[in-house]
């Protein structure tokens, strides 16, 4: 257990593992398949994983660079992303080329790759919204494979990837499919009331998100976190009448005539947990969402915390929260 993870997962927890290995191509890749034994463990960023406990096996990481343009069809453009590339230099590099259709997940942490299997959403959009293709490589027989948007199965924060396919794959490259038309979602209560009768420009989008994210987010790199911790639980159009009646002041968002998403940060916050902390793990004083490192945190005090509140939240609204980020 000679290589440290603390760098490598933005809660900084000092996990271990017994072998570190990167791959900048394919060709690399397919060469690491060959040796590679079980158990292994693919990550990016580490901006969604919550390590419990030192890791013995190895951890495999992307290191596959570049942004290309592919293809012009009419208005869409496709753009070829290897999958080690930083998600937000991604959407930066897209607005400043006039490719549109990422801004609203602007500032989002985390690489492509990544991106890719837990299909990243905020403010009205998905990556899955713009995805192709998603090029990866099956990691125990070694075999080169490509899927479409559709064949990934993209649906609210998951994938085939973190199904059928878990722990299966290394995501090399991924190919968005753009538009050089900009058409803003603002549909987002923040969004539409900070940009309110102004003329909206895509780089003007981003700097407003990232102004946002900004506000309600502390930076990792000074206070060990993982972004939004929990997923917004969605609920029966039954249980969303008998709570409104309850709470008539429960912000939510109907997904059709059965299904109605409501803020997991909301009821963590009623609940009381907001700026409350756990031993060495606390709850952002601005954003009940996340989860932060205070200092020296193990796993295991995030873990803890993240049940205390689930707990919470199950007894006070009988609804069960979800986390979103990966313990391992």
């Known amino acids: 257990m000679n290589n440290s993870l603390k760098?490598?997962?933005?809660?900084?927890?000092?996990?271990?593992?017994?072998?570190y290995r990167e791959y900048s191509s394919l060709a690399e890749l397919l060469s690491l398949c060959h040796t590679l034994q079980k158990p292994y463990l693919h990550i990016g960023q580490g901006s969604n994983l919550l390590f419990t406990k030192d890791y013995d096996g190895t951890i495999i990481h992307c290191n596959v660079r570049g942004i290309r343009l592919?293809?012009?069809?009419?208005?869409?453009?496709?753009?070829?992303?290897?999958?080690?590339?930083?998600?937000?230099?991604?959407?930066?590099?897209?607005t400043i080329h006039g490719y549109y259709g990422t801004e609203n997940l602007s500032l989002i942490p985390g690489e492509m790759g990544a991106a890719a299997?837990?299909?990243?959403?905020?403010?009205?959009?998905?990556?899955g919204d713009v995805i192709e293709f998603v090029d990866f490589v099956?990691?125990?027989?070694?075999?080169?494979?490509?899927?479409?948007?559709?064949e990934c199965q993209y649906a609210y924060r998951s994938s085939i990837f973190k199904t059928s396919l878990r722990g299966e794959c290394a995501v090399y490259s991924v190919t968005l499919r753009l538009s050089t038309i900009f058409t803003p979602h603002l549909t987002y209560g923040a969004i539409a009331e900070r940009l309110e009768g102004q003329e909206v420009s895509a780089q003007t989008l981003r700097d407003t998100i990232i102004d946002i994210r900004n506000s309600k987010l502390p930076d990792p790199k000074t206070l060990g976190n993982a972004g939004s911790y929990f997923m917004n639980p969605i609920i029966s159009d039954a249980s969303f009448k008998r709570l409104i009646s309850l709470y008539p002041d429960m912000p939510h968002y109907r997904l059709g005539d059965d299904e109605v998403k409501v803020p997991a940060g909301w009821l963590i916050?009623?609940?009381?947990?907001?700026?409350?902390?756990?031993?060495?793990a606390g709850v952002y004083e601005k954003q009940a969402l996340v989860l932060v490192n205070?200092?020296?945190?193990?796993?295991?005090?995030?873990?803890r915390l993240q049940e205390a509140i689930q707990e919470d939240v199950k007894k006070k609204y009988g609804i069960t929260i979800l986390p979103e980020v990966n313990a391992i």
């Open 117 to 127: 299997v837990q299909n990243i959403g905020a403010y009205g959009v998905e990556v």
């Open 7 to 19: 760098g490598h997962n933005t809660f900084g927890i000092d996990a271990r593992c017994r072998e």
């Open 269 to 280: 916050e009623q609940c009381g947990w907001k700026g409350r902390t756990l031993g060495r």
């Open 294 to 303: 205070l200092g020296e945190a193990t796993g295991a005090d995030i873990l």
């Open 138 to 150: 099956h990691l125990e027989t070694g075999e080169p494979r490509r899927l479409s948007a559709k």
């Open 70 to 94: 592919l293809a012009e069809e009419g208005t869409d453009v496709l753009i070829s992303v290897g999958g080690g590339e930083i998600w937000d230099d991604v959407v930066a590099w897209c």
